[in-house]
């Protein structure tokens, strides 16, 4: 049997409908990467029940979304006019995260994941980054260029020795790609950082005492996470704590989805 991976959908407009959405890229890297079989959960808020929602998960991925949470929810200044919201997920992940934490089940956070995490566990966002003082900006500035050069490699990030990504692939940097505005202004307590962008923006951050696996980076490492050595030991890392997770909830030794059917 597979370690299976539930992906958090935003509330998308399609046409004149709103419809639970996922990205792509992200499924892609849950069944390729991880080698896990994604399946994707509703953002049904409070009327989606949520432990027996989480009884059929090894494992959660928290994706990048172009909206942003909302700041109600840090105690942070109201919104500029124009801000995407999506309270739909934040109704969804910021509840859920908790639980999953407690349960010890594996949690990966990707850009808004990544700020989801830090605001469920109490920590507060920047919502411009690039008008702080000291702090560069981090925005996708490439406009309607190809998504290759949105997505190319834009910063460094220094690893924090002993980080999980330091460990996996012998180094203390990284390049990264950088599509982002709001970013992390205070660290939640227990959270610790992983990587740090060269003007000291956090990058990507653990939680040493979780009773489970929990990493989450600022950037975009689903994107073409087969082309880049960083990516992919963090796909291979999360989907094998995935699958560490279902054996030792069922007793059952859990399989990596294949390599044929993961691309």
Not at 205 to 222: K, M, N, R, T
């Amino acid at each position: 049997m597979y370690a299976v991976v539930g992906i958090p959908c935003d509330i998308k407009p399609v046409g004149k409908h709103p419809f639970h959405a996922a990205g792509v890229k992200y499924v892609a890297a849950v069944a390729g990467g991880a080698r896990c079989l994604p399946l994707l959960l509703p953002a049904l808020g409070g009327q989606l029940p949520l432990a027996a929602a989480l009884d059929q998960f090894d494992g959660v991925l928290l994706t990048g979304s172009l909206s942003n949470v909302e700041p109600q929810h840090y105690a942070g200044a109201a919104s500029r006019p124009g801000t995407l919201h999506d309270p739909a997920r934040d109704a969804t992940t910021l509840p859920l995260i908790g639980e999953v934490i407690a349960r010890g089940m594996p949690l990966l956070g990707i850009c808004r994941g990544f700020q989801e995490i830090n605001v469920a566990l109490g920590g507060t966002l920047h919502q411009h980054v690039q008008e702080q003082a000291g702090l560069a900006d981090h925005r996708d500035l490439s406009g309607d260029a190809p998504l290759e050069v949105s997505y190319g490699l834009a910063h460094p990030v220094r690893l924090r020795p002993g980080s999980l990504l330091a460990q996996a692939l012998g180094v203390d940097e990284i390049q990264v790609n950088s599509l982002h505005q709001q970013g992390v202004a205070t660290l939640a307590p227990g959270l610790r950082a992983e990587a740090h962008a060269p003007d000291g923006l956090i990058e990507a951050f653990s939680l040493p005492d979780a009773p489970g696996w929990l990493h989450a980076v600022q950037w975009h490492p689903e994107w073409q996470y087969d082309h880049n050595p960083a990516s992919l030991a963090l796909f291979t890392a999360f989907g094998e704590a995935c699958r560490q997770y279902r054996q030792a909830r069922t007793g059952q030794p859990a399989l990596p989805t294949p390599q044929g059917e993961a691309r």
